[in-house]
Each structure stands twice: as structure tokens, then as C-alpha cells.
């Protein structure tokens, strides 16, 4: 009864390749995240949908494009993958339905990305 | 520029002691800061969160203190054990414009280890 789940657990590919992270979510909130934890431990926020509409775009190459089909799946896709990619990639999602200053990020288990 | 540093960087405790964990931060307007556990492998778990107005909050053994005017905060755990070692993150929440959409700043963690 996994709240956030991301696959793969782990991702190792060339440099140049093309790769996609999936991740949903079955806590019927409306918003998710995508993080970037780099070698240092700091997490970064990416991007976040509110109801599958982007509403957070932080600056990120444009060869990252996140998909939201629907409120409960927010995918990441990289394009053309560079060593300086390699980190642990977390979703997480949380109700904002409220738009109060307190809720709640639950996050995945992340996705350890390694580019060779 | 929004920073959040944390102290010390790691810590070595034996199982049953206390320890206290500090953070400090340059986030402004403020809206509301964070403590958060991820243990190793895993996405953080959120511990606490505390609004400008609110100084302390619990969480079974975790005690989380703020004080907004000098931008400082702290995480006291109580009874250590050994499923307390893991990192701890201070995240600290912007106030924008009464929403919040999770634009977190978050700490480089603080490595607790908590030995037999």
C-alpha cells in the first residue's frame, strides 16, 4: 500500500540516451513534485503540477519534461542524459486542496539515476 | 538569497541519550519551517511542520522548537534509538502570497548516528 511509488528504484544508462521516471501517487492529492537530490544530500525542487497543470518550473534544462496524464501520475523525461544528471530523483505529493501553509509532502523512495 | 544551514553536520550518540539539532535560515517572507527524516535509501519523512506563529511542536519523542525572530530552529530527540539514526532536514516554506505550492528551501541534513 505504497502512498508515493517511483520506477525504477534504479537507473543506469549511456550519456545521450533518453530516459523516463514514472511516479504516482494514491493519496488522491491534487499536487505533485519532482526533487533533485544531488551528491551534496541538498533535495531541489524541479517542478510541480497542481491538477495536472504545471504551476512550479524551476530552472531545469529544457531536456527535462515532466507529463502529468492525470492528478495521480506525474512522470519525468530526460532527454539526451549527461553525467552531471546522475543523482537520486524523488517525487512526492501533498493536498492542496486547502491551500493552507502546512500540508504534508509525502514522498517516493526515489530513483537512483547513474549516468555512465 | 534563501539559505538554510544546519548544524552540525553529523552527530554520534549512544542509544538512550538526547541530542539536539540546529538550524538556522535567511528565508524571506517566511511561512513555515519543517523537520524531516530520511533514512538511508528512503524519501524524507515529515517529522513536524510549525508555522511563524507556533514555537514548539511534538511528535512523540522528536521536539521541534522555532523562534522566527532570530530565524533559528531546533530538533530535540529524546530516549534516542537506533531507528533514530538517518538524516535530518530543516525545510523552510516561503510565504507566497498565501499560497503555498511547496517551493521548499531545504538544509543539507544533519547525519545522526545513534551507536549501542
Known amino acids: 500500500d505504497t502512498a508515493v511509488s517511483q520506477t525504477p528504484k534504479y537507473l543506469v544508462t549511456q550519456m545521450g540516451n533518453d530516459k523516463s521516471i514514472k511516479c504516482e501517487q494514491n493519496?488522491?492529492?491534487?499536487?505533485m513534485y519532482w526533487y533533485k537530490q544531488d551528491s551534496k544530500k541538498f533535495l531541489k525542487i524541479m517542478f510541480s503540477y497542481n491538477n495536472k497543470e504545471l504551476i512550479i518550473n524551476e530552472t531545469v534544462p529544457n531536456r527535462f519534461s515532466p507529463k502529468s496524464p492525470d492528478k495521480a501520475h506525474l512522470n519525468l523525461h530526460i532527454n539526451s542524459l549527461e553525467l552531471g544528471d546522475s543523482a537520486v530523483y524523488f517525487c512526492?505529493?501533498?493536498?492542496?486542496?486547502?491551500?493552507?501553509?502546512?500540508?504534508?509532502?509525502?514522498f517516493g523512495p526515489g530513483t537512483r539515476l547513474l549516468v555512465l | 538569497k534563501n539559505q538554510v544551514e544546519q548544524s552540525p553536520q553529523s552527530l554520534i550518540i549512544l542509544e538512550g541519550k538526547n541530542c539536539t539539532l540546529q538550524?538556522?535560515?535567511?528565508?524571506?517572507?517566511?511561512?513555515?519551517l519543517r523537520w524531516y527524516k530520511q533514512d538511508t535509501g528512503r524519501g524524507p519523512v515529515s517529522l513536524t511542520i510549525?508555522?511563524?506563529?507556533?514555537n514548539t511542536k511534538s511528535n512523540g519523542r522528536y521536539t521541534a522548537t522555532l523562534d522566527a525572530d532570530t530565524k533559528q530552529s531546533s530538533l530535540h530527540i529524546t530516549a534516542s534509538q537506533l531507528s533514530d539514526s538517518a538524516s535530518y532536514i530543516c525545510?523552510?516554506?516561503?510565504?507566497?502570497?498565501?499560497?503555498?505550492?511547496?517551493?521548499?528551501?531545504f538544509g543539507q541534513g544533519t547525519i545522526l548516528t545513534v551507536h549501542p
Open positions: 512526492a505529493s501533498s493536498q492542496s486542496r486547502s491551500r493552507g501553509r502546512k500540508e504534508t509532502q509525502y
Open positions: 510549525m508555522t511563524f506563529s507556533e
Open positions: 538550524c538556522n535560515y535567511t528565508v524571506s517572507p517566511f511561512s513555515n
Open positions: 493519496l488522491g492529492h491534487d499536487t
Open positions: 525545510v523552510v516554506g516561503p510565504n507566497a502570497g498565501g499560497t503555498s505550492y511547496g517551493k521548499l528551501t
